[in-house]
């Protein structure tokens, strides 16, 4: 007698399905009984490495690792608050920093203009009177400062 079986999708004779079924159930069966002897092996390993360890070995971990965790909060709360105060020093000064390199940049713009001023009153007067000037100041490099913007 042939019986159509949907969970394997194919027509088997009926005492195979039966068998099938049958050895699937031993199946699960004992991989239950695998799974608790994994269970009780895995029990007795902890209680083994329980014997390795002295348990006032790690009560002495606990302990210096609890003193750590509240040196390292301790740590933590002062940046946090370092962090805070630097925040609103920075925020005071800030707006006077602003101020002075305005002041710094109309001044170097300043200087460069009374330079510039003198370097072409300088030539007007090599022109008009050559023996005016000594050799030295007629040659030679007429700017030698750095250009400060470069960077920016």
């Keep these: 007698m042939l019986r159509n079986c949907k969970q394997f999708h194919v027509t088997y004779p009926l005492f195979e399905v039966f068998s099938m079924c049958r050895s699937f159930y031993t199946l699960s069966s004992m991989e239950e009984s ?6 009780m092996a895995s029990v007795e390993v902890s209680q083994e490495f329980k014997t390795l360890v ?5 009560d002495s971990l606990k302990q210096i690792q609890h003193l750590i965790l509240g040196r390292l909060q301790d740590s933590n709360a002062v940046l946090s608050h370092f962090n805070e105060y630097s925040e609103n ?8 920093f602003s101020k002075n390199t305005r002041l ?3 001044m170097k713009s300043d200087l460069d203009y009374i330079f510039q001023k003198l370097r072409s009153m300088k030539a007007k007067l090599l022109a008009t009177y ?4 000594s050799d030295d100041s007629k ?8 250009d400060l913007e470069l960077s920016q």
């Excluded at 695998?34 to 269970?39: A, F, G, L, N, T």
């Excluded at 040659?139 to 750095?146: A, E, K, N, T, Y």
């Design 104 to 106: 710094l940049r109309s």
């Design 139 to 146: 040659g030679g490099i007429v700017d030698c400062r750095p």
């Design 130 to 133: 050559p023996d005016a000037f």
């Design 54 to 58: 002295n348990a006032d070995d790690v």
């Design 89 to 96: 020093c920075f925020n005071e000064v800030s707006g006077d």
């Design 34 to 39: 695998e799974k608790e002897s994994i269970k």
